[in-house]
């Protein structure tokens, strides 16, 4: 298999549609159901972020490897959503103008303009807060795994996760002293560390076996940064169209980058590189082929 060129098969493609159908479904059931509520407004500002679009590559990921390892949706789909809750508060966050003053995600007006600040403010935090009660109040997972499973997603959000490289991402802007080891792990933080926690907490749900498990994560780390150094050039080469918001914003908050540090050419190279040994790990493990198919079109992807 040639790496780094997107497997866009007919199969490939209805897997994602139904992974991201039912998905979209586990939330909508979960979230809460009364447009009546006094903090109606909160609801509407939740559902407003969670339904501008995304490929829900996080609950994918805990979905894949939830099946991969042998284990059902049910066990795994309260947990996998959970993460795209999650996720979807630090774009609230990111998005408000005391962070990155982004007034566009996804294509659609951030939260904090579609409602207002405080508003977008409370609705990230109910986002960082109801995933942990998803996890808890899953029926078909027992007490040991819904620990582990929170456990997971408490440290991908936290002080070594998105939260801690969200604060030295802000740090960076104004220094001149980065270099690339300590973009990587700012980037394994704020990206990489969500993603770790998906493909963990698939096999987690599954009851996979600490091989397993560890080839996930060494997966996921490289996914991870991959993932982040694709966002990167994107910035650099794509369009307002195309990514849902605008284009040259890293430049503009004088922040640090794989393509700043590297330029780009050697920055689609390390992405490619990264993407080739995830392919590497993926291939010692067992029904892989939609994640390998998903690999690569993330490494290819044009938003």
Known sequence: MQKGKPIMTTTFDLQMRNNIAL??????????????????????AMKHSLSAGGKRIRPMLALEFCRLCGGTDETVLPAACALELLHTATLIHDDMPEMDNDDLRRGKPSCHVAFNLPTALLAGDTLLIMPFEWIAAAKDTDAERKVALSLELAKAAGFYGACGGQQIDLENETRSDVTIDGLKQMYAYKTGALII???????????????TLEIATQYAARLGLAFQIVDDILDVTSTEEQLGKPIGSDAQQNKNT????????????????????????L?????????????????????
């Open 283 to 303: 291939a010692k493990l067992p029904r892989s082929e939609f994640l390998t198919a998903l690999t690569e079109m993330l490494l290819c992807r044009q938003s």
């Open 197 to 211: 926690a998906a493909c963990r907490m698939g096999c987690i749900a599954a009851g996979a076996d600490a091989e």
């Open 258 to 281: 794989f393509v700043s540090l590297y330029g780009l050419e050697q920055a689609k190279q390390e992405a490619a590189m990264l993407t080739g040994e995830a392919l590497d790990l």
């Open 23 to 44: 998905i979209e479904q586990t939330i909508e059931q979960l979230l809460p159901a009364d447009p009546n509520a006094p903090q109606h407004t909160l609801l509407a």
